[in-house]
């Protein structure tokens, strides 16, 4: 397939564990975004990767959350101290150019996180 | 603070009909809009977009409107099918500090497309 990918699909784990959510942006888009969608919500932007650096991680919500792009492709969304409110869908778009040109953003299937 | 308002969270229409999908905005640095179309346990699929120099863009069944002076967009289906039916949310950016175009979103409208 040659869209964005997202695994796993579903995870669901305890309060106060660890996870991590990874991105398989299409390949040769150098624009990469993570969204949090809660229920009956929009989406919400979290972090926003230009290359390999976060060029934008205004959107997460404090320091339990942090996302890496070693190599400029795959991404990974990491989450410690699991909370309830953790809870949601977490997209995964890519662009194919810059953030400042325009064009839309190309979104995954989303992994469904559920803490208990 | 909603900066994207979609004030109406479902729309019903018959097939045939047309469908309008309204959106409005408080942000007047956004210059770019777009429609994305939801199905349940799918990611948002790109639609149609809009650049604020523009107010109008046709894309076959859909047409962006946009009216910069009352911060107001709709998207216009026409003519209506059963496989529309689903969540159409208004999504806008604007260029801001480190190249980022992230969206803002709406909280979507659910559309119905009866038989």
């Known amino acids: 397939g040659a869209g964005v990918s997202q695994t796993p699909s579903n995870k669901v784990t305890e309060k106060g564990k660890y996870v991590e959510l990874r991105c398989d942006p299409i390949s040769g888009h150098t624009a990469l975004y993570w969204y949090r969608q809660s229920l009956g919500q929009g989406p919400e932007f979290l972090i926003y990767f230009q290359g390999t650096g976060a060029a934008d991680d205004s959107g997460l919500p404090n320091d339990r959350f942090f996302a890496v792009r070693p190599e400029g492709s795959v991404s990974t969304l990491k989450i410690q101290r699991t909370e309830r409110g953790d809870s949601a869908v977490y997209l995964c778009?890519?662009?194919?150019?810059?953030?400042?040109?325009?064009?839309?953003?190309?979104f995954g299937p989303g992994t469904r996180l559920t803490v208990l | 603070d909603q900066q994207v308002k979609q004030n109406s969270p479902s729309l019903s229409v018959q097939e045939g009909r047309i469908s309008i999908l309204n959106c409005d905005y408080t942000n007047s640095m956004f210059d770019y809009f777009l429609w994305y179309k939801k199905y349940p346990a799918e990611g948002p699929t790109f639609l149609i977009s809009i650049s604020s120099i523009k107010d109008k863009n046709e894309d076959g069944r859909f047409t962006v409107f946009l009216n910069k002076s009352a911060k107001h967009l709709s998207l216009h289906i026409v003519p209506s099918q059963p496989g529309d039916s689903a969540v159409y949310f208004c999504a806008a950016s604007g260029f801001n500090a480190g190249n980022n175009r992230k969206l803002i979103w709406g909280l979507g409208t659910s559309l119905a497309v009866n038989p």
């Open positions: 778009a890519s662009s194919p150019r810059e953030g400042s040109s325009y064009n839309e953003q190309f």
